[in-house]
């Protein structure tokens, strides 16, 4: 694994709170809104305590200044900036689970919402592992990991320098690389089985010209309303799920 940087970071909100302390993601500090007693806060105050962390009662104002007041519920953990993934670390998560390789590749996703968002469907449909580039694209931050629901924690994040020398490495691999277009096969025939990953492009400019030269395959979600374009995050999520569906058919 790879840290993301030398800085801390925070998680905030209760069930990312949750996730993070039942993870092996290194923890500094808990900061707890005082006078607050939910059913959620003990089981924090529980966690916390099993790994003899610090735990300090401050004012809702102190909380509102350490996270630019975003919707905190009263908890923020002080934690090492997340770490990165290698790319055999998400074949090991495949292999581990005794699965053909399912990954994603976001080509320069900027909105950390979304990749949050993604993150949260990726780990609901067994994905084993997202790829981003170091530049021009969101990292793991904060936000991405409130988004995300605790999903920061289960599903690996590999940031690579060069997407495209990426995705070539992937097929030489033996993985089948999908991408999404406006002119493709119709995503509800896609068949997802075998060691594939879905490339995701960037929220106003798609896939770049080079990955997607790359690809094997191109995508495309029908549209016959109105507005045609999909937000990252909904557009990755059906395209996911499709995956699930034909890797995961019914009986």
Do not use: C
């Amino acid at each position: 694994m790879q840290p993301a940087n030398n800085e801390l970071d925070f998680i905030i909100g209760r069930h990312p709170a949750v996730e993070a302390l039942k993870s092996e993601q290194e923890i500094n500090k808990v900061f707890l809104q005082e006078s607050l007693t939910s059913d959620a806060i003990k089981e924090i105050v529980q966690l916390a305590k099993k790994r003899r962390l610090v735990i300090s009662s401050v004012p809702k104002n102190k909380l509102d200044q350490m996270t630019n007041r975003q919707n905190h519920q009263g908890i923020v953990l002080a934690v090492a900036a997340f770490q990165y993934a290698e790319i055999d670390d998400l074949f090991d998560n495949a292999s581990k689970r005794g699965e053909e390789p399912f990954f994603l590749i976001l080509d320069e996703l900027e909105d950390p919402h979304n990749l949050g968002s993604i993150l949260r469907t990726a780990d609901a449909a067994g994905v084993h592992g997202i790829i981003i580039p170091k530049r021009r694209a969101v990292g793991l931050t904060s936000v991405v990991a409130k988004t995300s629901t605790g999903a920061i924690e289960h599903v690996p994040v590999a940031r690579v320098t060069n997407l495209v020398q990426t995705a070539k490495q992937l097929q030489q691999r033996g993985v089948w690389l999908f991408g999404t277009d406006m002119n493709g096969t119709d995503y509800r025939r896609w068949d997802a089985k075998g060691a594939v990953a879905l490339v995701i492009g960037n929220e106003g400019k798609g896939i770049s010209a080079l990955l997607k030269k790359t690809v094997d395959e191109m995508l495309t979600i029908p549209m016959v309303g109105h507005v045609q374009s999909l937000n990252a995050s909904v557009a990755a999520s059906l395209l996911i799920y499709q995956g699930f569906n034909s890797r995961n058919p019914l009986k």
